[in-house]
């Protein structure tokens, strides 16, 4: 497993963007398959976005689609997932998660399928 560490969240006003992002405790990223997971408050944990570390696919769930980028900087330290035009139902914790094992259109979204999570990170989104 790999120690990760979020951050970036805060409070926003809808309409308004942020920029999360998620650090390997004494390593890179690379060959690490990456997803951005959220929580709401009695909500169940929920996928937003996944980055395949082979060959650079990303994977977004339909919410996010347009609004939402999921990237990696060029040393592959650091995940990213900048976030725009932000309103109160994106409201949440966000956790960043990896994998060694690959992910795929039908299996990227599971959290199961992640054994590596941060400790998450708060998003608040006034209206």
């Known amino acids: 497993q790999v120690q990760l560490v979020e951050s970036g969240g805060g409070w926003v006003q809808a309409g308004g963007s942020l920029r999360l992002s998620c650090t390997a405790s004494?390593?890179?990223?690379?060959?690490?398959?990456m997803a951005w997971f959220r929580q709401a408050p009695g909500k169940e944990r929920e996928a937003v976005a996944a980055?395949?570390?082979?060959?650079?696919?990303?994977y977004y769930v339909d919410v996010a689609q347009d609004r939402f980028v999921i990237s990696r900087d060029n040393a592959d330290t650091t995940l990213f997932l900048r976030m725009n035009n932000l309103s109160p139902d994106d409201t949440a914790v966000y956790y960043c998660?990896?994998?060694?094992?690959?992910?795929?259109?039908?299996?990227?979204?599971?959290?199961?399928?992640?054994?590596?999570w941060g400790q998450g990170t708060q998003v608040t989104v006034s209206s």
């Open positions: 980055s395949r570390w082979t060959d650079g696919a990303t």
């Open positions: 998660a990896a994998t060694p094992r690959l992910i795929t259109r039908t299996t990227w979204h599971l959290p199961e399928r992640y054994p590596s």
């Open positions: 004494g390593r890179t990223l690379s060959s690490y398959n």
